[in-house]
């Protein structure tokens, strides 16, 4: 059974910086695999935000975080990540690390809260 265990969520005030890890555990594959990061807002439902090709040399990004969030790969370490830069109130959420772009396979997620 897949294992995806995210890391470096936090509290942050707008305009503040996290990175997210998520360490992708029983996926022999990985590095075959596109990978995705989604968020869910307090009370909404599931938001694909970002995907990243099996090689790292495509990637792609909702609008709204075009220019502030960069995903990456290693596939040695069997870890993806997002760097999350000029963060605003409406990316607070908690952000999981996902095999798909809806999220039918994710992890348990981890807290982003960003104050304005």
């Known amino acids: 059974q897949v294992q995806l265990v995210e890391s470096g969520g936090g509290s942050v005030q707008a305009g503040g910086s996290l990175r997210l890890s998520c360490v992708a555990a029983?996926?022999?594959?990985?590095?075959?695999?596109?990978m995705y990061w989604v968020r869910q807002a307090p009370g909404k439902g599931l938001e694909w935000v970002s995907s990243?090709?099996?090689?790292?040399?495509?990637?792609l990004y909702v609008d709204s975080v075009k220019g502030r969030f960069t995903i990456s790969r290693d596939n040695a370490k069997n870890t993806v990540y997002l760097q999350m830069d000029n963060l605003k109130s409406e990316d607070t959420g908690l952000y999981y690390c996902?095999?798909?772009?809806?999220?039918?396979?994710r992890g348990q997620g981890t807290k982003v809260t960003v104050s304005s």
């Open positions: 029983r996926l022999p594959f990985f590095g075959k695999d596109w």
């Open positions: 990243i090709s099996d090689d790292g040399t495509r990637t």
């Open positions: 996902a095999k798909d772009s809806i999220g039918r396979v």
